[in-house]
């Protein structure tokens, strides 16, 4: 079964709103979890590196201010987009880190922003 | 629904010895196929990709060929080293983007 859960898996929203997309590690405890965005046609881009306890990481050119990162707990880290606008319209999944083990990844998440 | 099906691992070989990693697919249409790699602590990379049948994907002396006859995606590389030592990740999405599928990842380690 599922070792991450990521949800919501599809959310619709008006621009201007934020929505939080929320990533678990379900049986496991996960010091570092990663976000990744994918544009249409594109491969993954990993966005940053979430580490509990601790401020995220950013790869550049992505704007902490606008995706805003918290690994509040070892089993959950949340991602806001923060006053969502089309152009962030993309999917996203989250993969936590299992020590001794490859990353487990979420379902991800398809925002779409009108 | 898609899916990907990866050798798994641990996989430890040699300095210099040739490597392969199967990865299999199950798709309705025509996905763009990947191989990405993590290094420990990081986030995975993108190592190379093919968005076609016959494609062949390469980078850093690797290569993977996207094969639709046996629906693989096979990763190659003829002569590792002990940089190469990571997890591999194969994974697959639909033209529009709206999905990703993963392998349960291959992890190598090369030794000197």
């Known amino acids: 079964g599922a070792v991450v859960s990521q949800h919501p898996s599809w959310v619709i929203c008006k621009s201007g709103t934020s929505v939080k997309i929320e990533c678990r590690s379900l049986d496991f405890q996960a010091t570092t979890m990663f976000w990744y965005r994918q544009f249409p046609k594109q491969s993954l881009m990993l966005m940053a590196t979430?580490?509990?306890?601790?401020?995220?990481?950013?790869e550049q050119g992505v704007e902490k201010d606008k995706f805003l990162i918290n690994h509040a707990s070892l089993t959950l880290s949340t991602l806001t987009v923060t006053s969502a606008h089309p152009e962030d319209s993309s999917f996203y999944i989250c993969?936590?880190?299992?020590?001794?083990?490859?990353?487990?990844f979420g379902d991800g998440t398809r925002l779409s922003i009108l | 629904g898609d899916s990907v099906t990866q050798m798994e691992g641990p996989v430890t070989l040699s300095e210099e010895a040739f490597l392969t990693i199967n990865c299999t697919y199950t798709?309705?249409?025509?996905?763009?196929l990947f191989w990405y790699v993590q290094y420990p602590g990081e986030g995975l990379q993108l190592l190379l990709k093919a968005t076609k049948a016959d494609d062949k994907g390469s980078n850093k002396g690797f290569e993977a060929t996207y094969r639709k006859e046996t629906t693989s995606f096979h990763l190659e590389k003829g002569s590792v080293q002990v940089s190469d030592s990571a997890v591999y990740f194969c994974a697959l999405s639909d033209l529009a983007g709206n999905q990703f599928y993963f392998g349960t990842g291959t992890s190598l380690t090369v030794i000197p």
């Open positions: 798709a309705t249409g025509y996905p763009s």
């Open positions: 979430s580490n509990e306890g601790s401020k995220a990481t950013y």
């Open positions: 993969s936590a880190d299992r020590r001794g083990q490859p990353q487990h």
